[in-house]
């Protein structure tokens, strides 16, 4: 695929059938780690009108981010893993959507918790200043893509833009966690993160579930990118049978995130794993912690003693502020 047919699909400058024709030809197993390139460098290069940055400060900015698309029963996790590391004193710009092929996008679940879409890079920019988090709609730097949205619906498959999603973040994050489903698709992902030489360590993970996250019911597969140097890690759990049964909704995700945050020994034990061990791989890939076990007891702490609501209710007010 050319360069101008990318810019033409990405920039939906296509009809339908033919964008559509285009997204189904890049299936997942024919994905390879140049065409990801190819399609990132092209899709950036429709942004360069739209500068955009967070002031940083000492500590690295991390983003933490799923290509969804698994079709399995799923949790917003990286989106509280976000909460939970800027609750940690981690500065976080979180990218992302609403559902294409799921039910629960990161912005559908932030919808749900109340927490207002802001488009204004400068009020965006004035929201991390304030709560070192910040959360970053797809659309409103890539406008084009809301136009893609309902064509990728429609074929109900994961595409490109599935796994290319993660790799656009306008704010060029330091860190990076990353999770894709198990498969060529996941060192495809590995190896355009190590060749970015901007970025301090990196994480890609797969389940053997095929979640796109840590799950903790199985063994994942961790590729870590650091200084140039993909190393593999397996982080292996037994099957506690207690992973949901059916698609959870929106408004489910929201119920089981409020209970997380306000009455934390009352979830379900599986989102207790979830949730704490995917921030705990995160905390210790920022440098927060040195084993990811560390890393899960400071989730926990942050959780329970209320610190992670009370970030939650602070970042909340911010957009409030700024919205409308």
Request: aromatic content about 6%.
């Amino acid at each position: 695929m050319t360069r101008e047919t990318i810019l033409d699909l990405a920039s939906a400058k296509m009809t339908e059938q033919k964008a559509a024709e285009h997204l189904a030809a890049l299936s997942i197993d024919s994905l390879t780690a140049d065409i990801i390139k190819e399609f990132v460098s092209a899709i950036r290069q429709l942004s360069d009108d739209k500068p955009f940055s967070l002031a940083r400060s000492t500590e690295p900015l991390v983003d933490c981010c799923g290509t969804g698309g698994s079709g399995k029963p799923h949790f917003n996790t990286s989106t509280t893993v976000a909460f939970i590391l800027a609750a940690a004193g981690v500065n976080v710009a979180k990218f992302g959507g609403r559902s294409a092929t799921g039910v629960s996008g990161s912005f559908d679940f932030l919808d749900g918790l109340g927490v207002a879409r802001v488009s204004e890079p400068k009020a965006l920019e004035d929201i991390f200043e304030q709560t070192n988090l910040v959360f970053l709609f797809a659309p409103d730097f890539y406008p084009s893509f809301a136009k893609l949205a309902p064509i990728r619906k429609k074929l109900g498959v994961k595409t490109i833009f599935n796994v290319i999603g993660p790799l656009l973040n306008p704010a060029n994050p330091d860190v990076r966690m990353l999770g894709t489903q198990p498969g060529d698709i996941q060192r495809s992902m590995a190896q355009c993160l190590c060749e970015d030489a901007n970025l301090i360590n990196s994480m890609v993970i797969s389940a053997a579930s095929g979640l796109d996250e840590i799950d903790p019911n199985t063994d994942n597969l961790c590729l870590n990118i650091a200084n140039g140097q993909i190393q593999e890690q397996t982080i292996n759990f037994e099957d506690s049978n207690d992973s949901p049964a059916e698609l959870l909704s929106t408004a489910q995700n929201v119920d089981v995130f409020l209970k997380l945050i306000e009455t934390y020994e009352n979830v379900p034990n599986y989102f207790q794993r979830l949730v704490t061990i995917n921030a705990g791989a995160a905390l210790k890939l920022t440098g927060q912690v040195n084993t990811l076990e560390d890393g899960r007891r400071l989730a926990i702490s942050l959780l329970q003693s209320d610190t992670v609501r009370e970030k939650f209710l602070q970042v909340r007010t911010a957009y409030a502020n700024y919205s409308g």
